[in-house]
């Protein structure tokens, strides 16, 4: 985008005709212009709130912006542009490379006089960039060349590389609350140039709000794809069961974006976790005929092996695994994908790893940085040593079976039980074992 697109856009709405309005999506044509008009994220953008307060100040610092899809993560940045009258640039990380990184900061070097503030840099999905990528930014961000904006849906601590995230505060959207939402279907009826002609009656919306998932730009594609298909109608009511049947009847038209690839995973490895061939062959294909990224899919799959079926059959792990390795596109990719997918399925199940790990990340919560018992220390210098690191450690393999009976938990939390079995034939063996083992602490 050129340093004065958004300046341009915004006077071009006093001139732009009905056809070039009817032409763009609703939820592009409702876009907020400005943070009266933003809806939701009051914790950031509300009254007194930390982003409004640098707003309103005319100066902002570099940061990140994560939340879901369809939140305003874009909208919030585009507003901040015009509210302080900066040039605005913007990247895509799916499109561009580094020299598209360096051209853009030359450029904002270059035209830093049309404005104190520094140039605005926005990257929409900065987790897709790669580190390179991310390093020609670090410069730039530093010197305040450019104030960077980045969003993603991803955990920022994950994708983003240190040095960067350390130049950069990170700002949490949220899902849009029901209110939100319903703030929002109002105002796209009464005030949307081409939904404001007709005869719109919202009776019911729990559906509208159900799948949208606290997404706006979904709920928006949803109410546009309703009353497209009742345009005749001299009256548009919209009820719940209208809304289930036209989303039934064409069911990615509203997801112009393919976000509903979330709800469809989702019911893929509720599918898997159900023990239900069938239904998880469904959801596969519904994936495969959108063009579903094949690699998100396999990655679900291994997931799934380690949490749903888990120990009941760590084969499944195994096969998940190399299903992924195996998978290098389409067609062909959906032959070791199915496979993957109907082996899980009909899988026995057990979530017993994935608890126990829930259970000792909250036992560790409850009782923070308990020290590490002496005799499970490590003990590199004779300093240590004279210390008591490591001492009374009992060497499994000196032992008869390779196992002899000793404390491995902190003295505060001893003789806890984190990781349960579970009531199928491979966990039993593993619970006869340990029982051998550990004798008492073990029977439940």
Known sequence: MLPWALFIGKYAVFIRNKDEDMAQPLAERLRPKTLDDYIGQKHLVGPGAVLRKMIDAGRISSFILWGPPGVGKTTLAQIIANKLETPFYTLSAVTSGVKDVRDVIEKARSNRFFSQASPILFIDEIHRFSKSQQDSLLGAVETGVVTLIGATTENPSFEVIRPLLSRCQLYVLKSLEKEDLLELLHNAIAKDVILKEKKIELKETDAMLRFSGGDARKLLNILELVVEADADAGTIVITDEKVTERLQ????????????????????????????????????????????????????????????????????????????????????????????????????????????????????????????????????????????????????????????????????????????????????????????????????
Do not use: C
Not at 269 to 298: H, Q
């Open 249 to 444: 009847q064409n069911p990615l038209a509203y997801d112009k974006d393919g976000e509903m690839h979330y709800d469809i995973i989702s019911a893929f490895i509720k599918s898997i976790r159900g023990s239900d061939p069938d239904g998880a062959l469904y959801w596969l294909a519904r994936m495969v005929e959108a063009g579903e990224d094949p690699a998100f899919i396999a990655r679900r799959l291994v997931i799934s092996a380690a949490e749903d079926i888990g120990l009941a059959n760590p084969n499944a792990l195994l096969l998940a695994n190399a299903a992924f390795d195996a998978v290098i596109g389409w067609p062909e990719g959906r032959i070791p994908l199915a496979e993957a997918t109907v082996y899980l399925a009909t899988s026995p199940k057990s979530n017993s790893a994935y608890e126990g790990i829930n259970s000792a990340l909250e036992l560790v919560r409850q009782t923070g940085n308990l020290p590490v018992p002496l005799h499970l220390r490590n003990a590199p210098t004779k300093l240590m040593k004279q210390l008591g690191y490591g001492k009374d450690y009992k060497y499994a393999h000196a032992y008869q079976g390779n196992f002899v009976q000793q404390q491995f938990l902190p003295d505060e939390v001893k003789g806890s039980r984190i990781w349960h079995p579970q009531n199928n034939a491979q966990e039993a063996k593993i619970k006869e074992r340990m029982q051998s083992l550990w004798g008492e602490r073990f029977k439940e």
